[in-house]
Every structure is written in structure tokens, then in C-alpha cells.
């Protein structure tokens, strides 16, 4: 980020943060309403500094244990091998308090739960949110809004190669556009108390998890074992899997059934006959991502071979990749 932007980001960070203090700088600061379905921003809002530029973050609220709020810290606050990235969701502001109060009935003070209060970008779409309004409108996505997903797991893992974090859990519901269609990816450095996804199919009463595992995963399941560690295979099976969830317009139905653990192979096999019969799409672009939801995790592209393929294809990749976000005029 450049000088200018970080100071208005910061400026704004700073001012927001002051809200509950009575500062008299947020006068310019306005609060609005935000919907998400997603399960980090069910409770979140719209931060408006009012100065110009004007700028927006997103203010999410979430209770969290002591200890999962300090391991993700140090994941943020790793001195010199600081993440930083384009393309990976990472907070601009963290806060982290005790809510104090007193009981009603023996007046002695209170402490609530810890609540994480944190600043994001103004990212405020999904790419699930935009596959149902194109089934809606059933409007296929162009293939250059699917090259720049594919561009931005790409390089989004890249930049996570060698930490002890990963993703997470890839899946439409976690690839965030912004209004003039530039995408973020979720990862267990966007939000504290991020679990990988195979450790959540494990327990789907608590999770109740619907992501996008490989094939492979199942055996491990069922098992109840962690012998795969949800390898890196795993996690390019599910870059290609997100794409053709998109290009498709009706993800994996019917391929995954985590409460009894089984995986449709018939039904995937089906999943990847429709993507490769699509006339939306050229040969080449469906032919990478149907390797990389190839069966055989030894058939598929690793991590470095993906972006040995897509980098020298960047420059034209993003000169047209920004989605095309319907919006309505903001008011403020």
C-alpha cells in the first residue's frame, strides 16, 4: 500500500477504534448496516470515514478463547516473516477486550466473554454470494473472472508456502471481491480460531462443515485419523474445485455427504463431464482445472508447477480479470 493510502487506512483505524471513547474526531466516522451470510461477518458492520477519500472497512465482532486470540497474534506479529499479500484477507486493525459489568443481583463486577473486534477491507461480496445471483440470472461467469480466481489461489498459497498456517478451508464462501471486483482469499491469518477444514469435518455436530475436500480425505475420515495432515494435494484439489463450482453454477451436489463421511464418486465423475463439456470455457483452461481435481492426487499440479504455469500469464491475466459487481449507489 502506498504512503498516502496507508495513512488514510490508518486514519481511519485509529478514529474508528476511538468510537467508544468519545474522541471527537469520529464525527466523521458513520456506522452502517452490513448483511453477510458468512459466519465471521454475521455480526459485522460498515465503518464509513466521511473525510475525504472516503474510505470503508468492515467491522466484524466475535467471541473467542484467550488462547486462540494469542496464537493467531503470533501469526500476524511474526517479526520479520510478517505475511504479507495481495490476495490473503488480513485484518488492517485487531482489538481484543473483556466486557466489564455489574450483576444485577450481588452488584460484584462481571467479565463477559473476550470479544475480538477487527478491521477488514472493504471486501463485501463473496464468490458464493455472485454464483447465486448468476444461477439467479443464469449468467455464466467469463472466463477471465475464473483465470484471475484461479491467479489469486495461486498466489494467495504461494505466499503462504512455508508458514505453519494454510488456508484453511478454500471454498467459494471464502474468496472475497470487492466492489470494483478485485479478490482476497480467507486464510487462518484472516480471523483467530481458524481451523483447518479437514480438522471440522471431523466434528460436524459442532462445525457442521460443507467444504470442499479431496477424494482422497474420505479414507482418513472415516478412519477418524489425521495421517494426511490435509496435505497441500488436498488443498490444490479444492483451488480447482472452487473454479468449477463457479463456472458450473451448481458447485458439488450430491459428491459429498460428511455425516456419514462417503464421497459420491458417481456424482463427481458427473461434476467433471458437465465442466468439461462447457462451450464457455476454452480447452486449455478446462483442462488445468480438471487436473487439479484429477483423483489421483499424484496427477495433479503441485503448488510450485500451478504457478510456474500461471505467473508469466499474470500481466494479461489481470489486465482483464476484475469482476463486474452490480451495485447500488452508496449514500452517505
Known sequence: MGGVGKRVVDNLINITFDIQMGNSESKNIEEQAFSSSHPYFKDAKVIVNKTQPITRSIQSSYKIQDAQYDQWHKLLDSGPTKLTSEYILLPEKTNYKHDQGLCGNTGTLTVTSPLSQNLYPYYPHTLEKLIRERQDSQTLFK??????????????????????????????ENIFISDDGRVKVASQYSWPGELPSFERATDMERYNYNGLLAPEDFSELQ?????????????????????????????????????????????????????????????????????????????????????????PYSSSILDKSQFVIETAPKKV
Do not use: C, M
Not at 462451450?279 to 499424484?298: T, W
Open 143 to 172: 472466463e477471465s473472472e475464473l483465470w484471475y480466481v484461479l491467479f489469486a489461489l495461486a498466489a494467495a498459497k504461494r505466499d503462504l508456502k512455508g508458514r505453519s498456517a494454510k488456508f484453511g478451508d478454500i471454498k467459494p
Open 223 to 311: 478412519r477418524g485419523s489425521l495421517e494426511n495432515d490435509h496435505n497441500t494435494q488436498s488443498e490444490i484439489f479444492a483451488i480447482g474445485a472452487t473454479v468449477i463450482s463457479a463456472g458450473i453454477l451448481s458447485g458439488f451436489e450430491g459428491v459429498y455427504n460428511y455425516k456419514n463421511k462417503t464421497f459420491n464418486t458417481q456424482a463427481f465423475r458427473e461434476v467433471r463431464r458437465k465442466w468439461a463439456n462447457s462451450e464457455r470455457y476454452s480447452p486449455i483452461f478446462k483442462s488445468i482445472v480438471l487436473n487439479l481435481v484429477d483423483s489421483n492426487p499424484g496427477e495433479r499440479l503441485t503448488e510450485d508447477e500451478l504457478w510456474q504455469f500461471i505467473s
